[in-house]
T-cell receptor, first 116, second 107 residues
């Protein structure tokens, strides 16, 4: 069972470069989420999507854009990377709807992104 | 803003010891979740507690939700090296995680 798959696993960028982080889930979940995890700060919600075609901002959306391409895929784009965006990024999916659900979240293994 | 504060931030113990970690907030939550995260992986759900005063057991792990639904605790009995990891609590309104307790169990 693949669950939630994130690509790439590692990436190094220069300041100002752009890139897209990919996420796909095979559990037919409605909701998908993007988080960043920084030391001592836990997971912070960047954006979420309650269903195909809808997206909404989380706690730290500045500098990011997202696309819910279809029910399976939810991508995160950095248009102009900054050193402050160096982090580990996690995608998650849930059978619930929206960010208020208490349904279990299933996480990918993360993308480790360094911006020089 | 509903903050979740976890304590302690770090905990290092010997195999066989018992421990308790805490998740506290000044806000009321409709439910709380506990996740465990191992290095290089994403968090994995351990339990969801919904009712104030609720106690759930998962083998050697005991989870309790406070009567007022503002706090939760995780107690591990006879810890084993396999329990090593980052323990995170999370609330749904909005989806917010605590900073976690990093547990190391030494053989």
């Amino acid at each position: 069972n693949a669950g939630v798959t994130q690509t790439p696993k590692f990436q190094v960028l220069k300041t100002g470069q752009s890139m897209t982080l990919q996420c796909a889930q095979d559990m037919n979940h409605n909701s998908m989420y993007w988080y960043r995890q920084d030391p001592g700060m836990g997971l912070r919600l960047i954006y979420y999507s309650a269903s195909e075609g809808t997206t909404d901002k989380g706690e730290v959306p500045n500098g990011y854009n997202v696309s819910r391409l279809n029910k399976r895929e939810f991508s995160l784009r950095l248009e102009s990377a900054a050193p402050s965006q160096t982090s580990v990024y996690f995608c998650a999916s849930s059978g619930g709807t929206g960010r208020y659900s208490n349904q279990p979240q299933h996480f990918g293994d993360g993308t480790r992104l360094s911006i020089l | 803003t509903q903050l979740l504060e976890q304590s302690p931030q770090f905990l290092s113990i010997q195999e066989g010891e018992n421990l308790t970690v805490y998740c506290n907030s000044s806000s009321v939550f409709s439910s709380l979740q506990w996740y465990r995260q191992e290095p290089g992986e994403g968090p994995v759900l351990l339990v969801t507690v919904v009712t104030g005063g609720e106690v759930k057991k998962l083998k050697r792990l005991t989870f309790q939700f406070g009567d007022a639904r503002k706090d939760s605790s995780l107690h591990i009995t006879a810890a084993q090296p396999g329990d090593t990891g980052l323990y995170l609590c999370a609330g749904p309104c909005p989806m917010r995680f605590g900073a976690g307790t990093r547990l190391t169990v030494k053989p």
